[in-house]
């Protein structure tokens, strides 16, 4: 069985930053993609960063130069950080990662759990 939780979040002011975290554990030979979506009120979810599987990274136009994600491939672990952060960042986040297990199916695909962000003044 594999697990991803995530972290982070709450609440902070326009301009502000938060970081969000987000950990797999359990049956994992190793993490081979690496998603940060986002789902506003009434949007379709998005997806706002990624690592692509050869390590390459990915943004949204509306985070570029905001938002970073990083990751920690020993701990299965990955974050996003998020800076000059807008109202319009308001959502919920998720992490989704495409894993590869030691048993059966081999491959599979998690995701968070889902963390609020909200930015208000």
């Known amino acids: 069985q594999v697990q991803l939780v995530q972290s982070g979040g709450g609440l902070a002011q326009p301009g502000g930053s938060l970081r969000l975290s987000c950990a797999a554990s359990?049956?994992?030979?190793?993490?081979?993609?690496i998603d940060w979506y986002r789902q506003a009120p009434g949007k379709q979810r998005e997806l706002v960063a990624n690592?692509?599987?050869?390590?390459?990274?990915n943004y949204a136009d509306s985070v570029k130069g905001r938002f970073t994600i990083s990751k920690d491939s020993p701990k299965n672990s990955a974050f996003l950080q998020m800076n000059d952060l807008k109202h319009e960042d308001t959502a919920v986040y998720y992490c989704?990662?495409?894993?590869?297990?030691?048993?059966?199916?081999?491959?599979?695909?998690?995701w968070g759990q889902g963390t609020q962000v909200t930015i208000s003044s």
């Open positions: 690592f692509t599987e050869n390590g390459s990274t």
């Open positions: 359990g049956d994992i030979i190793m993490v081979y993609t």
């Open positions: 989704k990662f495409l894993i590869a297990t030691m048993l059966p199916p081999y491959e599979v695909t998690r």
